[in-house]
């Protein structure tokens, strides 16, 4: 008998187990931007295929999106036309399809939770690793290869081995200026970039409770910077007052039914996993890191490790990030000048992010030789921002805000940052060149790259709040 | 693309970096393709370790290293992290690799690897450092990969391990046929699944 939440879902969606292989797992929604599709289109096209269940896939430009005049056609001839192939295959296919300055255009992991299309239970894929986000409302949710989108396309069904199942509990309550990005880069650091490699994470305990909906969408978001398939968190009253009313979701004695159903969603008190590890909310500050991979964090007080507190194998890997970086071992963070700060992406381009960069920089003003780009995840997040009066915040401290899109997450589109400039960056990956040949990237928290954006050095947003 | 898999014996190129990301095997910028193009990808494979800002060869990379060629990638632990982006696999296979040989692979990339026939072959950290080692001593060092046993053989020191694929992986890879062949057999199964789940 199934008893983690994990087993519960998966098992609703077996179709069949291969034997000696893997499983093929019916999928209840896909998602498609335009960098990952185009070749699943291709290869459905020389097979002579349509989409199956077209009805289950939702398609969206977002990597290649300028952040600035979107209504004006892409700059970029090579990105224009990636982006104009995804609205031509969505409309070949009979796909829905949110283009560019659709009012529910952005990032694909913002919009699919804001408008109820990822729902408690559902398998969702998408062909980016962050499709786990969607796991903060209690489904199971990975990213997948082209291949493998063109194998949903082409049967609704994934091949996949079974992931195992890891439960990581934080108790204990997040103490003042630590958020859920904070927890994630903390646990990325104890757990490393592939301490959860082959698993499935149930995320769970009294801190994670405590989190909004929003902070649970950048825990899950970051789930696959540990290496994990993906993560996930229960669905309870939080998730169910976030999906009342969306668009997609369940109304009337549908959404009664379907609450019901989701409340059933839990891991069963005696549920085993495979593996268990528990933290103390209590240890996690805000944190940033110093390093080229996400697991290369620390708090934000703290010291660069030293040489000798890195295993012999990993030292080749821990000196050549350091030497990318320009930091030397041992070093503070804490003063270190900044050059641009980038607030958006699918971890942390949400309406509390910019609720939470506001609250910073209110009163305040941008540091002069500090370029910074706070760029909303979705145009409904763009909107909200100017309903509750953000933007005249942001104006008046001297910000400018973009039009949504990836941006500088993976400076795919314009917004890249140059050659050895330092930027604070609420995205998700700090790899070498990720935000620009040259690049250096240092994650971090909307707080501590409002703190930064605002003193123009590495800051503990503690001491503005 | 797909091709059979039997047995391959071939020298190595050697990276032996930890937490090699897909950004580093194929940058972000070069993800604009709207076509499976592996001459391209393979092109700019590893682009910004291989080539200098200004375009020219980094002699001090491996690729650019004419002691080292071969059909097999050997790769410190953790190969493939972060980005989902098939086109690291279709860079790799691209340049003309057939076999990554690691001790540890992220998962998204490991798939993508298997579904454009490179094989991803997990090895013991002991295997994998004293091949780094036998490499590094001897570059025309060849390994043996032997599909159907499951075996790889550093032949410079004779060292033999097993590794792992699944029985249905492991046919498909040696009768050249993918998994959207398979799951387009077995439809009925999914309309039946489908009628039974509502």
């Known amino acids: 008998m199934a008893n983690t939440l994990f087993d519960k879902i998966w098992d609703a969606h077996v179709v069949q187990n291969v034997s000696d292989g893997p499983t093929q797992l019916y999928i209840d929604r896909l998602y498609c931007h335009e960098v990952t599709s185009p070749q699943a289109f291709e290869g459905l096209r020389a097979r002579g295929l349509k989409c199956f269940r077209p009805e289950r896939i939702y398609c969206m430009p977002d990597h290649n999106t300028p952040t600035h005049d979107q209504d004006k056609p892409i700059e970029d001839p090579v990105g224009k036309t990636q982006v104009d192939t995804l609205a031509r295959n969505a409309k070949e296919f009979g796909l829905t399809h949110f283009g560019m300055m659709h009012p529910k255009n952005g990032i694909i992991h913002v919009v699919g939770p804001e408008n109820g299309l990822s729902l408690p239970g559902m398998t969702i894929v998408c062909g980016d690793s962050h499709t786990s986000t969607h796991g903060a409302m209690g489904a199971v949710a990975f990213g997948i290869g082209t291949s493998e989108v063109e194998m949903v396309m082409a049967s609704q069904c994934i091949l996949q081995q079974k992931p195992k199942s890891m439960r990581i509990t934080v108790k204990g309550s997040l103490g003042k200026g630590v958020t859920a990005k904070d927890v994630a880069l903390y646990l990325m650091s104890k757990m490393t970039t592939s301490g959860a490699t082959g698993y499935f994470v149930e995320y769970a305990g009294s801190a994670i409770e405590q989190l909004t909906m929003e902070g649970r969408l950048t825990l899950c978001n970051l789930s696959i910077e540990m290496g994990a398939r993906g993560g996930f968190i229960a669905p309870d009253e939080v998730t169910f007052a976030y999906l009342k009313d969306k668009e997609y979701a369940p109304k009337g004695s549908d959404w009664d039914q379907a609450v019901a159903y989701w409340k059933t969603l839990r891991s069963g008190d005696d549920a085993v996993f495979d593996k268990e590890i528990e933290f103390d909310a209590a240890d996690i500050e805000p944190m940033v890191t110093y390093g080229t991979n996400p697991g290369m964090g620390m708090g934000i007080t703290k010291n660069i490790p030293s040489l000798d507190q890195i295993e012999a194998a990993g030292q080749a890997s821990f000196k050549k990030a350091l030497d990318y970086m320009g930091f030397a071992p041992g070093e503070q963070m804490i003063g270190k000048p900044v050059d641009y700060v980038f607030c958006g992406s699918c971890t942390n381009g949400r309406i509390e992010d910019f609720r939470a960069f506001a609250s910073i920089v209110k009163g305040r003003k941008k540091a002069d030789h500090v370029i910074c780009w706070l760029v909303p995840g979705s145009w409904a997040v763009a909107r909200q921002i100017e309903e509750e009066g953000l933007d005249q915040i942001f104006k008046e401290a001297g910000f400018e805000l973009r039009q949504p899109g990836c941006s500088a997450c993976l400076a795919m589109n314009d917004d890249k940052i140059p050659a050895g400039k330092l930027s604070v960056s609420t995205s998700n990956r700090n790899f070498e060149g990720r935000q620009g040949p040259g690049a250096r990237t240092v994650l971090a928290s909307p707080l501590v790259a409002a703190a930064a954006a605002v003193t123009g050095v590495i800051t503990d947003p503690r001491t503005l709040m | ?198």
Not at chain 2, 4 to 33: G, H, M, Y
Not at chain 2, 41 to 66: A, T
Not at chain 2, 84 to 107: K, L, N, P, Q, T
């Open chain 2, 1 to 198: 693309m797909k091709q059979k898999f039997d047995i391959i014996t071939s020298t190595c190129v050697p990276l032996p970096l930890e937490n090699v990301d897909t950004d580093q095997i194929i940058p972000a910028r070069f993800l604009k393709a709207t076509t499976k193009e592996e001459k391209f990808f393979g092109e700019n494979l590893f682009r910004d370790w291989r080539y200098n800002p200004d375009g020219s060869l980094n002699p001090d990379f491996v690729l650019n290293n004419p002691k080292y060629k071969g059909e097999i990638l050997v790769a410190g632990k953790n190969f493939g992290s972060g980005s989902s982006r098939e086109h690291a696999a279709w860079a790799i296979a691209g340049y003309g690799f057939r076999v990554v040989i690691s001790s540890f692979f992220a998962d998204i990339h490991k798939n993508n690897e298997l579904n454009n026939f490179v094989l991803p072959v997990v090895v013991s950290e002991e295997f994998l450092a004293e091949l780094f080692a036998s490499i590094e001593q001897d570059p025309a060092t060849e390994v043996e990969v032997n599909v159907p046993d499951q075996t790889v053989t550093n032949k410079a020191t004779g060292r033999k391990e097993h590794f792992e694929i699944n029985g249905y992986k492991k046919y498909c890879l040696m009768n050249a046929l993918d998994d959207i062949d398979f799951l387009l057999e077995n439809k009925d199964k999914i309309e039946a699944w489908e009628q039974k789940r509502v």
